[in-house]
Each structure stands twice: as structure tokens, then as C-alpha cells.
């Protein structure tokens, strides 16, 4: 059974940096989809990043040129660096995963397969 759990969430101000963690478990890790996901109060969950175990990766446009996502195969740990935070970063950033293939994506850029794995959040607040 699959298992993620974020860490490095934190009050930071506007520009500053943050580099966020999750630790995965359980997975087969032959294929995978790995994702950063964000929802701020009274907003509908965002993309963020995802990253795949052929090691594509993909990003929101708000986030680009920003944020850098990346997985270390030894550590079997999912980073998102975070550069450059604005006030409109701020949310609970989740992690998630599809333990079965590698990120497919809808037209719209979403992703095609919905994780089926997710942690329990780390909070991102950015002052200005």
C-alpha cells in the first residue's frame, strides 16, 4: 500500500524561497506519475508540478520559471523548490501519486488519470 508524506511547508515572505519534500513508500516504482498539487481555502485544487519515472516533467504557468520538481530514485523522495513565492502561492500543497504508469495529460493540461495515492498536506503561506 502506497503511503506519501509532505514536509518543509512554512511562513515565508513575498520572494523568498521554500523547498518542499515527500517521502514515498510502497510503490512498485517501475512506473509512476508524481505530482504537487495546491488548494487554498475556497479555491478548487490546482496542479502544480508533476514529474514521471521516465523523468518528464510538467508545470502549471503560473508556477514556471518559479518552481522545480524532482525525484531522487535512492531516497525515493519527490522535491518542489520553490523560488520566488508570491502571496497567490500561498495554500496546503499535496503531494500525490498514480503508482501504475507514467503522467498522461488532457488537452487542457490536467492530468488524465487521477493519483491514487495522496499525503496529508504541508501549508504554504507567503506575506507580502
Known amino acids: 500500500q502506497g503511503h506519501l508524506v509532505e514536509s518543509g511547508g512554512a511562513s515565508v515572505q513575498n520572494g523568498g524561497s521554500l523547498r518542499l519534500s515527500c517521502v514515498s513508500s510502497?510503490?512498485?516504482?517501475?512506473?509512476?506519475?508524481m505530482a504537487w498539487f495546491r488548494q487554498d481555502q475556497g479555491t478548487e485544487r490546482e496542479r502544480v508540478a508533476t514529474?514521471?519515472?521516465?523523468?518528464?516533467?510538467n508545470y502549471a504557468d503560473a508556477v514556471k520559471d518559479r518552481f522545480t520538481i524532482s525525484y531522487d530514485n535512492a531516497k525515493r523522495t519527490l522535491y518542489l523548490q520553490m523560488n520566488g513565492l508570491k502571496p497567490e502561492d500561498t495554500a496546503m500543497y499535496y503531494c500525490?501519486?498514480?503508482?501504475?504508469?507514467?503522467?498522461?495529460?488532457?488537452?487542457?493540461?490536467?492530468?488524465?488519470?487521477?493519483?491514487?495515492?495522496w499525503g496529508q498536506g504541508t501549508q504554504v503561506t507567503v506575506s507580502s
Open positions: 514529474i514521471d519515472s521516465r523523468g518528464d516533467t
Open positions: 500525490a501519486a498514480d503508482s501504475e504508469a507514467d503522467c498522461t495529460y488532457k488537452d487542457d493540461g490536467n492530468l488524465l488519470v487521477e493519483p491514487n495515492f
Open positions: 510502497g510503490f512498485t516504482y517501475s512506473a509512476f506519475c
